[in-house]
């Protein structure tokens, strides 16, 4: 009985920690840069403080951290410029990782603004 219970519970717990993991995958390092970044843009109010801690969370739900860094990467890569950076503008992959995470910051917007 006691192990059929387990076995019943198991999956969704693990599917839970799975979940968290991803949420919390993003280091504070990270998650302070973005926060500052976005006061910076919006205004250094504490409720903007508020604002920007709830958008990094609503990225940090969808979107891995893996994939985060990858799409900031991309997106660093083409404010150089230059003809061997020319490859970030055009990659489809680069461009499918830019896109993922432009559609997550617009989910957080929504969120929290």
């Known amino acids: 009985?006691?192990?059929?219970?387990?076995?019943?519970?198991?999956?969704?717990?693990?599917?839970?920690?799975?979940?968290?993991?991803?949420?919390?995958?993003?280091?504070?390092?990270a998650r302070a840069d973005y926060v500052f970044a976005c006061m910076a843009t919006n205004g250094r109010s504490r409720q903007v403080l508020e604002q920007c801690a709830c958008s990094i969370d609503?990225?940090?739900?969808?979107?891995?951290?893996?994939?985060?860094?990858?799409?900031?990467?991309?997106?660093?890569?083409?404010?150089?410029?230059?003809?061997?950076?020319?490859?970030?503008?055009?990659?489809?992959a680069a461009e499918a990782l830019v896109a993922d995470l432009r559609r997550a910051q617009a989910e957080a917007e929504i969120v929290c603004f």
């Open 1 to 29: 009985m006691r192990a059929l219970l387990l076995a019943a519970l198991l999956p969704g717990a693990a599917l839970a920690q799975d979940a968290a993991q991803r949420y919390n995958d993003y280091p504070t390092a």
């Open 58 to 92: 609503e990225i940090a739900s969808i979107l891995p951290y893996e994939k985060y860094l990858q799409a900031e990467t991309v997106l660093s890569m083409r404010r150089t410029g230059g003809e061997r950076m020319a490859v970030f503008n055009s990659a489809v």
